[in-house]
């Protein structure tokens, strides 16, 4: 009895682990936040930042059915979309800026960057579907 139990408790961690994975793999909607971000400039030390002092918005929408990137002001379009076993890697243009966003699908975690030849923004945070 305490055997079955316990195989019935790994199936169902495994299973509920594998649900909750399938939600970052591109397939759903998400919301993210980014949390912590660091400025950088060529010649000087990075400066930790808040999002709302880097001016970023507080919640970014990633909608991969159409492609796009939505913050309350601005949507960009997610010009390329690459997928490996661990993480979802998205890439595009706007305002003169390169950008990245670097989505580990097991957790949700993302990095993001914000780049031109000035310097950088690197995000840190999290997402989850909507």
């Known amino acids: 009895m305490k055997l079955t139990m316990n195989i019935a408790a790994v199936a169902w961690l495994l299973t509920g682990a594998a649900a909750w994975g399938a939600d970052f793999d591109g397939s759903k909607p998400l919301i993210c936040a980014p949390v912590e971000v660091n400025e950088c400039a060529a010649g000087d030390a990075c400066q930790r930042t808040t999002p709302r002092e880097a001016g970023a918005p507080t919640f970014i929408r990633i909608d991969f059915e159409r492609k796009a990137v ?61």
């Open 70 to 130: 939505t913050g309350p002001r601005r949507t960009a379009a997610i010009q390329l979309m690459e997928k490996s076993e661990t993480q979802l890697l998205l890439m595009g243009v706007e305002l003169g800026f390169g950008w990245t966003l670097a989505l580990d699908q097991e957790s949700g975690d993302m990095t993001a960057t914000l780049t031109d030849r000035e310097g950088v923004f690197v995000f840190f945070g999290s997402c989850t579907p909507l």
